[in-house]
T-cell receptor, first 112, second 116 residues
Framework: GENVEQHPSTLSVQEGDSAVIKCTYS??????FPWYKQELGKRPQLIID?????GEKKDQRIAVTLNKTAKHFSLHITETQPEDSAVYFC???????????FGAGTRLFVKA | DTEVTQTPKHLVMGMTNKKSLKCEQH?????MYWYKQKAKKPPELMFVYSYEKLSINESVPSRFSPECPNSSLLNLHLHALQPEDSALYLCASSQLASGVNTGELFFGEGSRLTVL
């Protein structure tokens, strides 16, 4: 079946450093790739997304890149802050359906 | 209003109890979802309603019974649950337009369920 692999499972960085999380998807029909941030005890919230007709998207300190040929997409967070500490889920989705395939999650720790 | 509201926030129930989780959204989204989330795991899809009709049931045990009374409301009826059903239950919605799902999920805060 469809799956999304996400690495690393845990990432610890110093405040101000960059963090990169990588995902690989299997279903070539996927055309929407969201990233959700989930703080402890809270709901997952969309932080950035990218659609398959775009290779890169940036929103302030957060950027996402997509390589459709390789079926890879990545999240880049620059100038990390302690409030970036959370679990990040990548996901792949086909807009003709209803199933979001989530990666296993990356627990990001930003040390002050 | 871009909120999905879930009640109750916390629920403790015995294995013989009957309870319901409720979810409401007023964004005009015509797809609504129930997810189950265990600690340190991603959300796991249970049910999908589109245009108030059940579209997907991910082989969920019949002790979980979903209901979509109208385009804004989604319920999950619980009966004879097991301790392993203890989890965070998340409701979500997404926008449908001309048969296309935008894909962006708006999650509620969740109902944390403990089954004793």
């Amino acid at each position: 079946g469809e799956n999304v692999e996400q690495h690393p499972s845990t990432l610890s960085v110093q405040e101000g450093d960059s963090a990169v999380i990588k995902c690989t998807y299997s279903d070539s029909a996927s055309n929407y790739f969201p990233w959700y941030k989930q703080e402890l005890g809270k709901r997952p919230q969309l932080i950035i997304d990218i659609r398959s007709n775009v290779g890169e998207k940036k929103d302030q300190r957060i950027a996402v890149t997509l390589n459709k040929t390789a079926k890879h997409f990545s999240l880049h967070i620059t100038e990390t802050q302690p409030e970036d500490s959370a679990v990040y889920f990548c996901a792949a989705f086909y807009t003709g359906g209803f199933k979001t395939i989530f990666g296993a999650g990356t627990r990001l720790f930003v040390k002050a | 209003d871009t909120e999905v509201t879930q009640t109750p926030k916390h629920l403790v129930m015995g294995m013989t109890n009957k309870k319901s989780l409720k979810c409401e959204q007023h964004m005009g989204h015509r797809a609504m979802y129930w997810y189950k989330q265990k600690a340190k795991k991603p959300p796991e899809l249970m049910f999908v309603y589109s245009y108030e009709k059940l579209s997907i049931n991910e082989s969920v045990p019949s002790r979980f019974s979903p209901e979509c009374p109208n385009s804004s409301l989604l319920n999950l009826h619980l009966h004879a649950l097991q301790p392993e059903d203890s989890a965070l239950y998340l409701c979500a919605s997404s926008q449908l337009a001309s048969g296309v799902n935008t894909g962006e999920l708006f999650f509620g805060e969740g109902s944390r369920l403990t089954v004793l």
